[in-house]
């Protein structure tokens, strides 16, 4: 049975800009007076979390072998730098994955509140938003980058926006759910592989052979995730429920007054959590191996708590970000824009599509090139941000999502209506 919606104690006017999804939220419907309103932390925290994808996925960039090598280790360097390369890797490690998710969520617990103060249904019409966005991620997944979000992101986000409209014990129920669905199977899969490992010899992994990273065109890329397709979308698959969980602990965390002042006590629990987990994270992810499922998927969620908290602490009692508050800010707002951009430069920079830097770099010499490259893209992104929203009050591709949504969501209504 589906509870009735309460308006959450947290909702304040919120311009459509500030919503923490990357995808454009529907028009608040509150007084214009009020629509000058915004939360800092909330385009602070996109910002950070895009570019803290990235410190990631550089990684896959910049192997000779993409995703693939990422994955089986290859081209590690050997001495000092394995160990340079694991800190460095391990900083970042799914930590933004984790942020990025919980950002989603409270993006869907705005979009709802706006629908709830202005007396529409709700999820109405958020299903044309979650296709719209899985379109995109698919268009991303084919043409950009193996492990795109996105798709899974908007198939989390239709099954959350439903959970968002029953009652707040229902929600508690699917969280609690969700959460012990992933630790069920986490826990298995490693315990899996380790079982796996001690019982056969290890081998040494094996290079691409012909590499569509270093030696094929754009379109021979487009044909190997093609091919691989199932390989490739098994993580979306697998974190499905640490997704759902994370979905509905930033609504929860919104509602809860997580940005307001007196949501002092919330925050400072959720730094206490970043705390306790960053160093054990850190410590087991430093050993390297199968291990790194465990803080990917099992400690760094936690870390990203810790990380929302404290930002959410400094902007609560600022009236404005700083420079560089501001500049992370101006990525947030256009999130999904950098997201798909800062991919796309780097696929240029390091695959044989593009420049094909990645293939001409030794083992050695691994870990400065990506140093390198990602402060590169990272630079670029924070000035394109920067110079585009002088001009314009959106970025490019959300420009493009928000004319394609408005275009479907008016002829859903059109032919609603003669029916």
Not at 108 to 123: D, E, F
Not at 126 to 148: H, I, K, Q, S, T
Not at 284 to 305: E, H, K, N, Q
Not at 322 to 340: N, W
């Amino acid at each position: 049975m589906v509870e009735p919606v309460t308006s959450p104690r947290s909702e304040r006017p919120i311009t459509a800009a500030s919503a923490s999804n990357p995808v454009p939220a529907e028009r608040d419907t509150a007084p214009t007076a009020s629509r000058s309103t915004r939360l800092p932390a909330l385009d602070v925290l996109r910002g950070i979390a895009i570019l803290g994808t990235l410190g990631t996925n550089i990684w896959i960039f910049t192997n000779g072998s993409g995703l693939v090598g990422y994955i089986s280790h290859l081209d590690e360097p050997d001495g000092v730098w394995l160990w340079i390369e694991r800190f460095l890797q391990q900083l970042a490690q799914g930590k933004f994955l984790g942020l990025l998710t919980i950002m989603f969520g409270i993006g869907l617990a705005i979009q709802q509140g706006s629908a709830v103060r202005g007396g529409r249904a709700w999820p109405g019409k958020y299903p044309w938003r979650a296709a719209l966005l899985c379109l995109d991620g698919l268009l991303n997944f084919l043409l950009v980058a193996e492990f795109d979000v996105l798709m899974g992101y908007a198939i989390t986000g239709l099954v959350v926006a439903f959970v968002l409209a029953t009652g707040p014990r229902a929600q508690r129920r699917w969280l609690i759910v969700a959460a012990s669905v992933h630790t069920l199977m986490l826990t298995a899969i490693v315990a899996g592989i380790a079982l796996a490992d001690g019982q056969q010899e290890s081998s040494t992994p094996q290079s691409l052979d012909p590499n569509p990273y270093a030696d094929g065109s754009f379109w021979d890329l487009v044909v190997f995730r093609v091919d691989h397709a199932l390989l490739f979308r098994l993580e979306p698959v697998f974190i499905f429920p640490m997704s759902i969980a994370l979905f509905l602990l930033g609504a929860r965390l919104f509602r809860a007054g997580v940005f307001e002042p007196d949501g002092a006590r919330i925050r400072k629990r959720l730094m206490i959590i970043g705390a306790v987990a960053a160093p054990v994270d850190f410590a087991v992810g430093m050993v390297g191996g199968d291990l790194i499922l465990v803080t990917r998927y099992g400690l760094a969620p936690f870390v990203s708590m810790g990380i929302l908290g404290l930002v959410a602490h400094v902007y609560t009692h600022r009236s404005a970000p700083a420079f560089v508050g501001r500049r992370f800010a101006e990525v947030g707002r256009m999130a999904l824009s950098c997201y798909i951009l800062q991919n796309l430069l780097a696929g240029f920079l390091c695959y044989g599509w593009g420049l094909g830097l990645a293939a001409l770099v030794s083992p050695a010499a691994r870990v400065p090139f990506t140093l390198g490259i990602y402060l590169l893209v990272s630079a670029c992104m924070l000035v394109f941000a920067h110079i585009w929203l002088r001009r314009f009050d959106r970025g490019p591709v959300e420009w493009l999502w928000n004319a394609s949504y408005r275009a479907l969501a008016e002829r859903g209504s059109g032919t609603a209506h003669a029916a």
